[in-house]
């Protein structure tokens, strides 16, 4: 792990293989630690760059977490890294963020890869939910939020036949700090509404999504991957939200094959 200054925070990443770079954005409330199947996967042919988005994991907490304000960081780490263009790539809260980096910074991205997210904004009752949220963790701590989440992040398969993960994703999100992850779901009430931009992009762009995903449905990622010109989408069969972590062995073939698709 390195920390770097940057944006005024204390930012915690790690910066793995050669060639390439790829980075890979974490989702909510999680940390980067949850790519390591994919950074132990890629790292002989890529360099694997996996930050810890602000207010989670080991990067400061700071009191506004916008998906801008995340975006502008990943293009700090990248000044810091010396690395003018790179993959960018993200799960979930980690996709907001990289459609975010693709608005602000379009001359930056070299391909996209967009798993288990989606462009829209919030509606009134999903910001309302996430207020909600950000209340319970700052008044009672991070567990509750834990318990009422782990369910819908992971199929019911996965919950039955994996107790490693479930409990792996647990400690991760019971170590996010209650203020880093009401910044965040405050970030992502606020976030704007990227539909518009998607048949803006004009980079190789991979979608993955778990075919039980129910926070983002299979659906709203074959609308994207349609309106995304060229755009290529994989589903991660019986895997829910979190399908890199639910299904490695497959996500990571997928993820090699478009990596590879791009040095021919």
Same mark, same amino acid.
């Given at each position: 792990? $390195?920390? @770097? ?6 930012? @915690? ?6 060639? %390439?770079? !790829? ?25 694997? #760059? $996996?930050?810890?988005? +602000? ?18 960081? #990943? ?9 003018? +263009? ?10 907001? !963020? ?9 001359? +930056?991205?070299? @391909? ?19 207020? %909600? ?11 509750? !939020? ?20 479930? @409990? ?40 993955? !999504?778990?075919? +039980?995903?129910?926070? $983002? ?7 994207? %991957? ?36 791009? %040095?021919?």
């Amino acid at each position: 792990m $390195t920390r @770097a200054r940057i944006n005024g925070i204390e930012m @915690a990443y790690d910066d793995v293989g050669k060639g %390439q770079p !790829v980075v890979l954005l974490h989702g909510f409330p999680f940390n980067r630690t949850m790519w390591r199947a994919q950074v132990e996967a890629l790292q002989d042919a890529y360099r694997l #760059v $996996t930050p810890d988005l +602000r207010g989670h994991g080991e990067t400061q907490v700071v009191e506004t977490a916008t998906m801008d304000e995340m975006a502008e960081d #990943v293009a700090a780490l990248l000044d810091e890294l010396k690395i003018e +263009r790179a993959i960018v790539g993200g799960l979930s809260m980690g996709g907001y !963020v990289t459609l975010a980096f693709y608005q602000k910074f379009p001359e +930056r991205v070299r @391909a996209l890869i967009l798993a288990d997210t989606r462009p829209q904004d919030d509606t009134d009752e999903a910001q309302a939910t996430r207020e %909600q949220q950000a209340l319970k963790a700052l008044l009672e701590g991070m567990e509750p !939020v834990a318990d009422g989440l782990l369910p819908k992040v992971i199929s019911e398969e996965t919950f039955e036949e994996q107790p490693e993960l479930v @409990a792996r994703l647990r400690r991760m999100m019971h170590g996010t700090d209650a203020r880093g992850s009401a910044a965040a779901l405050r970030g992502m009430a606020a976030r704007k509404d990227q539909t518009a931009l998607l048949r803006k992009i004009d980079v190789p762009t991979l979608v993955i !999504v778990g075919s +039980r995903d129910a926070i $983002t449905p299979p659906e709203v990622s074959h609308e994207m %991957q349609s309106e995304i010109r060229g755009s290529r989408l994989e589903v991660m069969d019986g895997a829910g939200h979190v399908s890199n972590l639910e299904r490695p062995a497959e996500f990571n073939r997928a993820l090699q094959q478009f990596l590879d698709g791009l %040095q021919n």
